[in-house]
């Protein structure tokens, strides 16, 4: 038995155990419509009940049933020891049925309902019973019912019970509730969050799981497909795809040489010459590029690279006076970005500022989101934080701006 089942049955037994409390005397046999002959044997089920002895209890309940002609009390009060003695056996059949029957007494107290229902609910769901479960998970929050571990239940019955979209609303309505209280997600609800969304073919769903996965549980497992997703939603624009690379250097989950050349040539066409040359440098140094039957092709692009490397180095001072007299601030971010290539992140971020600043941008969001991008590549994690929230464009500049926000 695991540890979350462990609990889910202790929290069954406790329930059980007190509402056995709670009514200790229902059976005397002064109580409403209880015979002695009946109510001998209900307090010695009680009593067994109460000394852990399930067999002995059960034996008492034939007894008392035996004696024949109960009245609704006598049948209320049976029914109520049944559905403890069953639940304490883990016969949750039983025991749902018995807890049913007694709830339709009109002689079972309002004030134990919601414990009861919690209690159906739990034995209803351990019996693979997930409708009723949901069911009953919805009357005892209805009640009053405020147990976290038993209302996260609920998204996982619905699911269960085969009502995707309900669990779907029903997940997203207690993450909201959990992280404005400041609580963090389990991976298990996310990850049902994620199976709901990829049931239902909803791609910006799944996204938001993955994305609050990498935020709360990360892995790095999440990101290929995070990415992918990312980058094939609608008005997604190719412009970022060196964005999409970035975030995959610096997540680790460049798989092989094609993703390195990809991205030195984005790189290089982007005019980052400095940026190209170190996914380069990380594919040589992780033996992927320089091997295999391609590694002369490999070198043609390295050469290449340090052809503009030494190009560009000679007039970088130029390029910035000359962005700097643009009437408007793109190729001012540009230079900046250039500059975070090479890994001159001060003068990169001066001049990506200043050009913000100088404004008439052509991709406002964009320029910020490389702002966010550099201000990380210069360890500056609480600004980028803050720049990369401002970013709203739907041409995917928000989502990745998310991602971004998302490393670790």
């Not at 996260?152 to 619905?158: R, V």
């Not at 052809?307 to 009437?327: I, P």
């Not at 008439?360 to 980028?384: F, I, N, S, V, W």
Request: charged residues 20%.
């Amino acid at each position: 038995m695991t540890s979350r089942s462990t609990m889910h049955r202790g929290r069954i037994l406790m329930l059980t155990a007190a509402l056995v409390a709670m009514s200790s005397a229902m059976a005397a046999p002064a109580a409403e419509g209880v015979r002695p002959e009946v109510g001998k044997p209900l307090q010695d089920a009680q009593k067994a009940l109460q000394a852990k002895d399930y067999a002995a209890a059960r034996d008492k309940l034939a007894a008392a049933e035996k004696v024949g002609s109960l009245t609704p009390y006598e049948t209320y009060i049976i029914n109520r020891l049944r559905a403890a003695v069953a639940a304490s056996l883990g016969d949750a059949v039983t025991a749902v049925a018995a807890y049913e029957a007694a709830l339709q007494a009109p002689q079972f107290p309002a004030d134990e309902k919601a414990a009861t229902y919690e209690i159906v609910a739990r034995l209803s769901y351990a019996a693979k019973d997930y409708p009723k479960a949901a069911r009953y998970l919805q009357q005892y929050r209805d009640a009053g019912g405020t147990t976290a571990a038993t209302l996260s239940l609920m998204p996982q019955a619905l699911y269960l019970s085969g009502d995707i979209a309900a669990a779907q609303r029903e997940m997203l309505a207690q993450l909201a509730a959990l992280e404005q209280a400041g609580q963090a997600p389990t991976d298990l609800q996310l990850k049902l969050l994620a199976s709901c969304a990829q049931k239902l073919q909803d791609d910006a769903g799944y996204v938001l799981a993955l994305e609050k996965l990498l935020r709360y549980h990360p892995d790095p497992a999440y990101w290929p497909d995070l990415l992918s997703r990312v980058r094939n939603q609608p008005g997604f624009s190719p412009r970022l795809m060196l964005d999409v690379y970035r975030l995959r250097a610096a997540s680790g989950t460049m798989a092989d040489a094609d993703d390195d050349i990809d991205a030195a040539q984005l790189a290089l066409q982007a005019g980052y010459p400095g940026e190209a040359d170190r996914y380069l440098r990380d594919g040589y140094a992780r033996q992927r590029l320089g091997t295999g039957p391609d590694a002369a092709r490999h070198q043609q692009l390295r050469d290449l690279v340090a052809r503009k490397l030494a190009d560009d180095q000679a007039t970088l001072a130029e390029g910035d006076k000359a962005a700097a007299s643009q009437a408007t601030g793109d190729a001012l971010v540009s230079s900046g970005l250039n500059r975070i290539g090479y890994g001159q992140y001060e003068q990169g971020l001066q001049l990506i500022q200043a050009g913000i600043a100088k404004g008439g941008l052509k991709k406002p969001d964009e320029a910020r989101l490389h702002l966010g991008y550099a201000q990380l590549q210069a360890g500056r994690k609480t600004d980028a934080h803050a720049t990369l929230a401002s970013v709203q464009g739907a041409d995917g500049s928000a989502a990745l701006a998310r991602l971004y926000a998302l490393l670790p």
